[in-house]
């Protein structure tokens, strides 16, 4: 008998909101979801059926997420490379997927077009209530990896913030809310790139620890918005000691909350739980 081939996996399956749904990604190659995606998600505070467009979705990670948190929510996936649209479309194949799978879509498009070719490509103007990003954050003097794929799904170009956030702005309706996280390093690009078109920023600063400097920010903004901007309480991932999330960021992590806005009328407890 001739010995059976050893084929080395290209892909993983990996559980998210404690198994409630599955993402199959990329093994060592191209970007690979985790807490960041879930805490993008967690931005989608909605109690009636609500539209979500995910720009950059790659496998769908944060998309998954809102639908399995929010079951009125209907998501499209919005992913420029073949190959992590391809892992999308198969994502929404599993079988621990098919309780979302029918309020989910993959759209193989470029989210920096413009006019009539973004159109085209199936980015329609002002049809969704939320746009959620999670777009390249290294700077282009980081040092590059040699994963094309992987060098694609992280490198920062000029004017990334003023594209991504233009097309969120063209498929939103009106009072709709962007909803993104980030290096802090950009929050001088992505104020700008809202310009006009969103008002009301919230902005909280994610810090690993209380003693740690801040590694990412999450983004929120209303279309149309005239509201002033927003510095919320920080949000700390672990506690002062060990490696377990703190209370707050499990649930977010997990499903469990969504990290609403502030109410316009008083501002809740800091740090306090929300339902989704």
Request: proline fraction near 7%; include cysteine; charged fraction near 20%.
């Amino acid at each position: 008998m001739a010995p059976t081939s050893m084929t080395t996996p290209t892909h993983t399956i990996d559980a998210f909101h404690r198994g409630r749904f599955h993402v199959m990604q990329p093994k060592g190659g191209g970007h690979r979801s985790g807490v960041d995606a879930m805490l993008l998600a967690s931005l989608v505070a909605a109690d009636k059926p609500v539209s979500v467009a995910d720009l950059g979705s790659g496998a769908g990670a944060a998309g998954l997420a809102v639908a399995s948190r929010l079951s009125q929510a209907n998501v499209l996936l919005i992913e420029k490379s073949p190959l992590m649209a391809d892992y999308a479309r198969k994502t929404l194949e599993l079988p621990e997927n098919a309780f979302l799978a029918a309020r989910v879509e993959v759209l193989e498009a470029d989210v920096t077009l413009t006019g009539k070719p973004r159109v085209a490509a199936g980015l329609v103007d002002e049809i969704h209530d939320h746009v959620i990003m999670n777009p390249p954050f290294n700077d282009a003097a980081d040092r590059k990896t040699p994963d094309a794929l992987k060098a694609e799904a992280h490198a920062m170009t000029d004017d990334l913030f003023e594209a991504w956030i233009r097309t969120a702005g063209a498929i939103m309706k009106p009072g709709g809310q962007l909803s993104l996280i980030a290096r802090p390093q950009s929050i001088a690009e992505i104020i700008e790139a809202c310009g006009r078109r969103f008002g009301g920023l919230e902005i909280t600063a994610l810090h690993p620890r209380p003693d740690e400097s801040a590694t990412r920010i999450l983004v929120t903004a209303i279309k149309g918005s005239r509201a002033r901007l927003t510095f919320r309480a920080p949000l700390f991932v672990h506690g002062a000691d060990g490696h377990a999330f703190s209370a707050f960021v499990d649930d977010l992590n997990n499903g469990r909350a969504a990290y609403a806005r502030l109410s316009p009328k008083r501002n809740p407890p800091s740090n306090s739980r929300k339902s989704a």
